[in-house]
């Protein structure tokens, strides 16, 4: 068997002079990625090719990056603007690009362009059909899951182990993924466009609050659910294990797969729960306020423009229905992802591994439960190499050209936000951090800097929230913050829907707030400018 050799090599920014973004992967995948999670992310997504022999994926010191010269390389083929990409960007993939900095082309012949341009058209069909398997998905994937699970835990043959995977999980899992891809696609498209024509009608401000106001007590958006329902759980509205059993899956880590999920440990709600007994919010209160706004700004709207306001109405309505299918199928698709983390626990222990199987890839754990075997000194070489990484600073969010994590860290004057092989970037020194205008609103407030919510407990009613990115297992704490900034992420992002919702001001994808701000810095927050003022250092 042929084993991938997992060295300081790791390293895809290798390959060619591209430009690479994690802004998309960095809401999901925060820590660096164990052999086993690469593996699984590189399978769901071997298809995922927009140009033939690019993928479209890589890893740079074990985390995930999108190589956007390939988008560049595509659009450009197309006869598509740099504003039109960037428009495209922002939309699908959360990201915007610092201000004038190039993009390399992929240099192709018009042969491989006619080649690729077939391929264009199959990933359109695969969108196409992601999209009409998308209510059967988010209908029965809950059982669909949960009959897996018992079938998984109870086999006691490799082989049939393996077969189990290749003839009833591994489709499942690919029709998973599509349904997400198509879903981002048929939400993002359609908001950026809406949001971009009502800015220009009505400004930032009331655009931002016209295409928020998702969730009702009816239908929350999935990614409230945990957060609101710990309150019914606290006000006995619901039992602990209905609140288990839709949320449990639910948390930090979500595409990690050596990362335990919450429902894996027994204390995990307890603490919740005493959280939340702490500080109690009246969350419905927050949305009542947000609603108030969302009416406000509508009245001025149909005021200023009687004549579209029927039709503005319709889209808002859209919008809303496909924010909230986007954030269904995510949510289907984490279980997915916990799926696959039991299919390796129980492979590690028919293989006599444990939690070791983590170390091994998808395909080798496969072809060792068919017969093959491994060289089991691989595994400390990797479990070394991925300490190495894991104990690096955060990586730029873009990077232009060769990039080497550990020269990059042992640089005293790196730069957090972007690195470029090819210029030579002066150090941010200003106070004030520019990003991208999440939710609408300006505070001031003290900052407090958290790299992860396990650190919830420090939170203060009232601060700031600043950390490199929020998922799920952050939305507990967003009612609580004044504002919420974020290194990464974009006006489409987890961050800036929710603190949408929740009527909290937001700036996303500054890039390097966590290193330019420290707990206990007084700073102003704008989320209309996208801009954190720094007033005066703790």
């Known amino acids: 068997m042929k084993h991938q ?28 990625m164990t052999p086993m999670t690469w593996s699984v992310l590189r399978f769901t997504l071997d298809d995922w090719v927009f140009l033939p022999g690019f993928s479209t994926v890589g890893n740079i010191g074990g985390l995930p990056y999108i190589n956007i010269s390939i988008f560049a390389t595509v659009f450009q083929m197309l006869g598509r603007s740099r504003q039109q990409l960037n428009d495209n960007l922002e939309g699908t993939m959360y990201m915007q690009l610092p201000e004038g ?3 390399p082309t992929i240099p192709v012949s018009r042969k491989e362009i006619f080649a690729g341009l077939p391929n264009l058209l199959r990933l359109q069909s695969k969108l196409i059909q992601g999209k009409k398997r998308l209510p059967n998905y988010l209908a029965n994937n809950p059982n669909w899951f949960q009959g897996m699970q018992k079938r998984i835990l109870a086999e006691q043959s ?62 929350l958006l999935a990614s409230l659910g945990p957060s609101v329902g710990l309150a019914k759980v606290a006000n006995g509205e619901v039992t602990r294990e209905e609140h288990i059993e839709k949320f449990g899956h639910r948390g930090p880590h979500e595409f990690e797969l050596s990362k335990p999920r919450p429902v894996e440990d027994p204390d995990w709600l307890n603490q919740q729960l005493a959280q939340y007994q702490k500080t109690p919010l009246d969350v419905q209160e927050l949305f009542d306020k947000q609603r108030d706004a969302f009416d406000s700004a509508w009245r001025r709207f149909s005021a200023k423009y009687p004549r579209k ?7 808002l309505r859209e919008n809303s229905h496909r924010a909230h299918l986007r954030e269904q199928a995510r949510s289907e698709y984490v279980r997915d992802r916990w799926l696959i983390r039991i299919f390796a626990q129980r492979a590690g222990e028919l293989i006599d591994l444990g ?23 691989l595994i400390p070489t990797r479990k070394e190499i991925y300490q190495r990484y894991k104990a690096l600073p955060s990586y730029p969010s873009v990077i232009r050209g060769h990039f080497a994590p550990f020269q990059w860290a042992s640089d005293p004057n790196r730069r957090n936000d972007v690195y470029d092989q090819h210029a030579t970037l002066s150090t941010q020194t200003s106070d004030i ?24 407990n420090q939170f203060q009613p009232g601060e700031i929230l600043v950390t490199r990115m929020t998922d799920i297992s952050w939305t507990p704490i967003f009612p609580h913050a004044a504002a919420v900034v974020t290194d990464i992420g974009a006006p489409l992002s987890h961050a800036a829907i929710v603190a949408r919702e929740l009527g909290i001001p937001a700036v996303v994808g500054c890039q390097d707030a966590t290193t330019r701000l420290k707990t206990g810095d007084h700073v102003r927050v704008d989320g209309s400018s996208g801009t954190v003022k720094v007033m005066q250092r703790g």
């Open 5 to 32: 050799d997992f060295n300081e090599q790791w390293n895809d920014s290798l390959t060619g002079n591209y430009l690479w973004n994690n802004t998309n992967f960095g809401e999901a995948i925060t820590e660096t």
């Open 101 to 103: 900095m190039d993009i």
């Open 158 to 219: 490799k082989q049939e182990l393996a077969s189990l995977w290749h003839n009833e999980i591994k489709g499942h899992i690919k029709d998973g993924v599509w349904a997400v891809l198509s879903t981002a696609n048929y939400s993002a498209d359609f908001t950026g466009k809406l949001r971009r024509e009502l800015t220009s009608m009505v400004g930032p401000e009331d655009a931002n609050v016209l295409i928020s106001n998702l969730s009702t007590e009816e239908e």
């Open 309 to 315: 306001a029927n039709g503005v109405l319709r889209r």
């Open 355 to 377: 939690d070791n199987v983590f170390f091994l890839t998808l395909d080798e754990v496969l072809g060792i439960l068919s017969g093959g075997t491994l060289a089991v000194d």
């Open 433 to 456: 951090i520019r990003g991208a205008a999440g939710s609408t609103g300006c505070v001031e407030g003290v900052a407090r800097v958290m790299a992860s919510p396990e650190e919830s």
